[in-house]
């Protein structure tokens, strides 16, 4: 089977999507693609979950607007937020991990910083404009150890789901090319085929 023939595959009947995995490795930015490619709403968490400058809603907030954005029928949610995961995974019918190395995390993690430096991102709540400063260099800290304790967590969450379809991604090309490949083999009708296990968790 061709790689688009795969990539058209996995993408049958895509209605609920998850797009999980370390701070950095691209995720937003494919969530953005495939939200356009497959015509599904898209929700980023952390703009569920941040408001006015680097200020934080409560979590009764923030459960109550996830808990909306899981109420629909087809959407794509990026982020990953630990403690609601397995409440996403139940819903989720497809499962998108960017399982990218910390080293390649650091990189995407920092592009993005340097690029959005004195800017608020589109994906985030509030006007969190980028800065360094103490905070964030804690949050720099805090992610890449996040990031390696995450692993296992996701791995654990999909045994535990093995209906869910998932695709593995081990760099950012390699989404890249999912998208591309996709689209040569299936063109408008590429997300109504029938989908497949891909990778390993």
Partial sequence: M??????AQAAQG???????????????????????????????????YWTGNWETVERAVFDERLAAALAGDRWIIDGNYSRTMPL??????TVFWFDLSRVMCL?????????????SRDDM??????????????????TLW?????????????REHPGV?????????????????????????CGQRKGRRMGRA
């Fill in 107 to 119: 990189f995407g993690f920092l592009e993005r910083f340097f690029k959005n430096y004195g800017r």
């Fill in 14 to 48: 895509m209605r609920r999507v998850l797009v999980i995995g370390g701070c950095g490795s691209g995720k937003t930015r494919f969530a953005k693609r495939a939200a356009a490619r497959f015509d599904l709403p898209l929700t980023h968490l952390d703009a569920l």
């Fill in 165 to 189: 379809n998932t695709v593995i991604f081990r760099s950012r090309r390699e989404a890249d090319r999912w998208l591309e490949a996709c689209e040569r083999e299936g063109g408008d009708d």
């Fill in 146 to 158: 996040q990031n390696r304790k995450l692993r296992p967590r996701i791995r654990a969450l999909l």
């Fill in 125 to 142: 709540g509030g006007d969190c404009r980028e800065r360094l400063d103490l905070e964030k260099l804690r949050f720099f800290h805090t």
């Fill in 2 to 7: 061709t790689p688009g023939a795969q990539a």
């Fill in 88 to 93: 996403r995974m139940e819903r989720a019918d």
